[in-house]
Antibody, heavy 117, light 110 residues
Framework: EVQLVESGGALVQPGGSLRLSCAAS????????MNWVRQAPGKGLEWLSY????????QYADSVKGRFTISRDNAKNSLYLQMNSLRAEDTAVYYC??????????WGQGTMVTVSS | QSALTQPASVSGSPGQSITISCTGT?????????VSWYQQHPGKAPKLMIY???KWPSGVSNRFSGSKSGNTASLTISGLQAEDEADYYC??????????FGGGTKLTVL
């Protein structure tokens, strides 16, 4: 079964850091670009970040550029999102999503990040 | 990047057809044939319903169809069923390896 499973969400204080993980299974992870998308409570979806299959290129939304870093380990079939300088407005469910060239066909179940003192 | 504009809510009766619009700019919707639509039930992950404006992923019903004219894309659901009640989001490629989503539309099946 093709599957993505996120983990690492937690309650963190403003200014803190957190690393999210996304474990892939059931498909050739190393052949696909990947993305992170988030959804604040009661709000819509927001694309955050992209990474190519071999990590040759990354991209970020302006809202997280300079604070978040996307990476992957194809040997471990895993995608990561390092989040630094967290703010209250970063509170959201974070999804990883497989890229099929300009759209996202497989999504994980999401992991909740809460930024609060 | 500003979010694409969708109506906050639409509704329809079982068996009817509804259309959800998604308005962007020439830098996103109007500039690329890379509009996708996602269905999200409460507490669940989004599900891809339409990609590249009008293509169906495997397993998605052909009751769902997509189109685009200028800076506005549309999702039409025909033969409404109770299980279609969900939130729907459009998404467009916006150049330079970035994407922008719409604000979402809540579909109510009366």
């Amino acid at each position: 079964e093709v599957q993505l499973v996120e983990s690492g969400g937690a309650l963190v204080q403003p200014g803190g850091s957190l690393r999210l993980s996304c474990a892939a299974s059931g498909f050739a992870f190393s052949s696909y670009s990947m993305n992170w998308v988030r959804q604040a409570p009661g709000k819509g979806l927001e694309w955050l970040s992209y990474i190519t299959s071999v990590s040759s290129s990354t991209q970020y939304a302006d809202s997280v550029k300079g604070r978040f870093t996307i990476s992957r380990d194809n040997a471990k079939n895993s995608l990561y999102l390092q989040m630094n300088s967290l703010r209250a407005e970063d509170t959201a469910v974070y999804y990883c999503a497989r890229d099929i060239i300009y759209s996202f066909d497989i999504w994980g179940q999401g992991t909740m990040v809460t930024v609060s003192s | 990047q500003s979010a694409l504009t969708q109506p906050a809510s639409v509704s329809g009766s079982p068996g009817q057809s509804i259309t959800i619009s998604c308005t962007g700019t020439s830098s996103d919707v109007g500039g690329y044939n890379y509009v996708s639509w996602y269905q999200q039930h409460p507490g669940k992950a989004p599900k891809l319903m339409i990609y590249d404006v009008s293509k169906w992923p495997s397993g998605v019903s052909n009751r769902f169809s997509g189109s685009k004219s200028g800076n506005t894309a549309s999702l039409t659901i025909s033969g409404l069923q109770a299980e279609d009640e969900a939130d729907y989001y459009c998404c467009s490629y916006a150049g330079s390896i970035t994407w922008v989503f719409g604000g979402g539309t809540k579909l109510t099946v009366l």
